[in-house]
């Protein structure tokens, strides 16, 4: 009988548990959580803070009595593994509740201890009304502090996803909410002209956002302090500068750690020990486009590498293929999403030879009422069209879309394959060419050399000429500065009006127009590229 | 410069036109179209007669105007192809405006001419107030009858997806409505237990169903007899009985059928003649996992099937894949769509081993408010996991997750990929381990052999012992006839109750508990297997 300790019940750990009884009845399976819950719901409490999850108990998912009625499972909650005796195989164990100090031995150790977040050593972070939001007790402090102080005023540092998840819910809780960020744009892992997209969506929900400044202090009274000399008075103060891993027992235990602070661990999860696993916000893992590695505190991959580690335990050949970031989030009503790299995490790679392609279609067919428009990016290796990672905001279907395009670049496609895709078309939810297969058809007419991508950069600082074939009216409406109207309609009797030397860069509103106007001025001698995504995206891209 | 003729310009038409243009600024493109209308929402008509897109320019796509200011294509609506000269590389074009008749000469022929609704030869099926449903004119008609008659009763002979709209839009009108269907089923593309939920839906919303009844005969009045005898009264009468190929064109000119009467076209899409094309509804199309070759009329392949066409004409490289016979259908809120083979196509088809495992996760994340059940059926080959179709149903979520299935298949992905996907989670939108996962984990334990499915069939014939693992409460509301209840968190230490020489069919209510169960079982020498999709699908499956 082999004996199994989880260090860790939350995500990873009670999944890896769960499994492990299912694939070997035999076992004897110990769970070791610090704190007083398995396997709740992070990712809901910031809902829960802002009571649209009603009550603690719906993030509860398993409790310690079900893990040992379904499973015989033995969760020691309010247990904290204090060390690993690596050569006598035991964990120490120490029991909150009564101080006691107990060692328990093990055949297979899975550490999965998770992370904790980033509290950085300044003035005042450690105020009464400062709050990081990690745990049920973490929520439970932030909604007993908006009660009793009839909280008004609130300041949120750092605008990643789990923080802006936060500002909603606090702005549904009818408080005025400020975010301070030290980058130039909000949720970092998505490209600028995507986070401008949300950056107006908060704005327009009267939450005042600070870019490009840093956290200073937290004076009394409270007022937050800002790299700008900014200050904000707040009723509460969150910070959501991300987390760190939680390294202690493995590091103190001699286990190796990667380059970023994360335990290290190969494709079985297994760690520099032969009888240690680790999986979940804790370790290092490797992304699938980039290849680089790295840290990410997600629910669906920890779940993926606790059921490796459980079928490594078990002998079961088994291999975690690494991570791909698919990340999604809304917020007030518009949501944002992406798959795979981004042109930052392409660029931080070095690999610098992608193209990129945005375009606006709409989540369903336009004949339909109530069709809003998805602003889509892909990005894809211009040689053979493979696929490298999509982002996407707007109302409705970008959940289905970046989905899609995860299933795509998991399974290794190229743009013609989305070319190609047979999707459920109904105008309530598509069209007959749906935005992923757009998507694939210009980015293929790209690899194909039928259209050439202007960039967006030259449009400011380049020798060429940006031609808006738009109608007069549309171009009245609001242009590039540099543009000249000539109406798609009007080209093919106006070919002499154009300069046969110079680029031509046409653009349209979302980039279906320009293509057309593309094609035929290519066929007729003329060097033309296209903005890609039009006069939208260029809102986007100078917004 | 070469001269390109297409017939017809409704979607495969309009859309090869439209890419010859862009591939060929030289060539004189011409498009003829017996109706008033090029490029018009076909799949908007049952929404236009129940006012949900209000005006009929909505459906409009694109005008003749547009195609000639655009694409300096010649679109001569009111002309018919009255037949080809193929030594001569002409077509024999009637104006119906003046009844002229004249010769238009071609390089390369495309020949779009859709397909036509099914009109049995039946008495009374020509009467006022019978009509079907298949160009803007119809839908006016329909329109007209409601308005002027008042109409107060409807039958629609036929439960396909059409069909369905149709009765949704009905209803939505306040007419009273009955469905004639002479298979035992709604919906046939979807397998039956299916179909049975969206059954369920229609009588929800007095739809009065009757199936297993043909049409026999309309008499004067309008009563419509049907092959149980009954008599239904109507003011209108539609008849939604399918499309049939127009080939009367390809027919004459002596091109090659196929076996279901389309016109026999190559992966170019190019006829028995190497200088005509032919796309869209009226061509044979081979589906890619069944690989039988059959008819379907759908706007998507329509428009892969044109670009293809397009590619060839201009000595591109090109090929179409066939088709997966991805389709959805929404129906008083709920969803149901589906991609890939079904269980009754791969029977026809003679591929006979195939496994499916049912489930019913929720679309996102329980602990987040308002998650609804999607019924999900995945057909894979249970030795290496191959997917090969899958049908799901629900409120919310059904096109996403039939989507990525969708691509899965295209990209020929196994159960295992599935297991390892990495979908966009946020609890409004999904799980750490989305239904496509979960979907893909039960499947890779049947393929693992961790998993023995039984068979439904067996329930009611064969000589296994049904194991109910519910608690007593939920047996109590509702359980399977020959069931025992043993609930799963005393199975452990009520193993004795159990025989060992009976195979068990472990039962619970979605599936999730009995697989723990199978596991615990199975590992202690009994032969489990589970009742896939639990009670729940039961309930389907005998609705």
Redesign the interface.
Known sequence: MKRIVVVGGV?GGATCAARL??????AEITILERGPHVSY?T??LP?FVGS???RES??L?ATPKLFQ????IDVRTGHEAMAIRRIEQQVVVRSLADDKTYHLPYDALVLAPGASPVRPPLPGIDLEGVFTLRTVEDARRIIERVGKVGARKAVVVGAGFIGL?LVENLVGLGLEVSVVEKAPQVLPPVDPEVAGVMATVLRNNNVALYLMEGLVAIEEGLVVRTTSGRELAADLVVLSLGVRPETRLAREAGLELGPHGGILVNEEMLTSDPRIWAVGDAVEVTHVVTEQTGLLA???????EA?VAADSICGRPSRF?G????????LFGT?V?M?GASERSLGMAGMLGYSVVHLHPGDH?????GATPIDLKLLFRPYDGKILGAQAVGRKGV??R???L???L????TVF?L????????????S???P??LAGMIAANVVRG?LSLGSWEDVISGPGLVVDVRSPEEFERGHIPSAINLP??QL?RRLGELPRDRQLLVCCQVGQ?A??AA??LS??GFQASILSGGYRTWQDLTA
């Not at 009625?69 to 015989?72: D, M, S, T």
């Not at 991570?323 to 809304?330: C, D, K, P, S």
């Not at 067919?365 to 009422?369: E, F, L, N, R």
């Not at 070319?419 to 598509?430: D, F, I, K, N, V």
């Open positions: 995500a009884r299912r694939l070997d009845e035999e719901a990712c809901g809902y649209v999850i009603p719906d993030l998912v009625e379904r499973f015989a998840e997600l629910a669906g991959p920890a779940q993926r059921r293929r991570v791909q970031g698919t990340a999604i989030l809304q949501t999403a798959t067919a336009g004949y339909y009422p959940d289905k970046i989905d899609v995860a299933m795509a998991q399974m290794g496609a394959d070319e190609q895709s047979e999707l459920a078309y109904a105008p309530q939810y598509g007959a060419r749906d992923v297969n039928d798609l309609p093919r127009r293509y057309y094609r035929l066929q007729r």
